[in-house]
T-cell receptor
Framework: SQQGEEDPQALSIQEGENATMNCSYK?????LQWYRQNSGRGLVHLIL?????REKHSGRLRVTLDTSKKSSSLLITASRAADTASYFC????????????FGSGTRLLVRP | DAGVIQSPRHEVTEMGQEVTLRCKPI?????LFWYRQTMMRGLELLIY????????DSGMPEDRFSAKMPNASFSTLKIQPSEPRDSAVYFC??????????????FGPGTRLLVL
């Protein structure tokens, strides 16, 4: 399958805790992106990390990329109930400059 | 600024009927993407337009599916005839860049299609 694997498939945490989601892929990438999807809604772009970057921050989000292991992680610190959503990693491979290949997603539930 | 606009938001139709989904990309964006999301297959790229020209339609399932982009502010995805297995959420996304330099895509709210 071209899709990346995301781990875990589902995650339930208490408000205030940190949430970590992982994404693995098989082929070399140009960049990797994380998106959020609230139930019944479209996808919202969160952060993009390029293949020559190792870590990136945006507010309470921290993304890491390990190209040697072909993996990325998304950390949400001090989670809030409003963070409840599905989170997808998506990559643009070196063989295609525009084609986003989405992972299967992690469903995050933040309990108030 | 308005984001990507899709219509209708929901569509229920009977097998064999023609379905037309519409998308208005963000003004100034020159790339447009149609995706399909199902539980079984996740998010799949159906077709990609750059400067109104179809660049990659390899994801279009079969001849029943067609897409057009007559101008920079409008695109349609048509299914004729529709089948129950076409039931899914269809997303339109837009971005700015050349076909060789694409980054962030902005997604519309999607059209939830149910074919009975």
């Amino acid at each position: 399958s071209q899709q990346g694997e995301e781990d875990p498939q589902a995650l339930s945490i208490q408000e205030g805790e940190n949430a970590t989601m992982n994404c693995s892929y098989k082929t070399s990438i140009n960049n990797l992106q994380w998106y959020r999807q609230n139930s019944g809604r479209g996808l919202v772009h969160l952060i993009l990390i390029r293949s020559n970057e190792r870590e990136k921050h945006s507010g309470r989000l921290r993304v890491t990329l390990d190209t040697s292991k072909k993996s990325s992680s998304l950390l949400i610190t001090a989670s809030r109930a409003a963070d409840t959503a599905s989170y997808f990693c998506a990559r643009i491979g070196v063989d295609s400059s525009y084609k986003l290949i989405f992972g299967s997603g992690t469903r995050l539930l933040v309990r108030p | 600024d308005a984001g990507v606009i899709q219509s209708p938001r929901h569509e229920v139709t009977e097998m064999g009927q023609e379905v037309t989904l519409r998308c208005k990309p963000i003004s100034g964006h020159n790339s447009l993407f149609w995706y399909r999301q199902t539980m079984m297959r996740g998010l799949e790229l159906l077709i990609y337009f750059n400067n109104n020209v179809p660049i990659d339609d390899s994801g279009m399932p079969e001849d029943r599916f067609s897409a057009k982009m007559p101008n920079a502010s409008f695109s349609t995805l048509k299914i004729q005839p529709s089948e129950p297995r076409d039931s899914a959420v269809y997303f339109c996304a837009s971005s700015f860049g050349d076909w060789g330099d694409q980054e962030t895509q902005y997604f519309g709210p999607g059209t939830r299609l149910l074919v009975l």
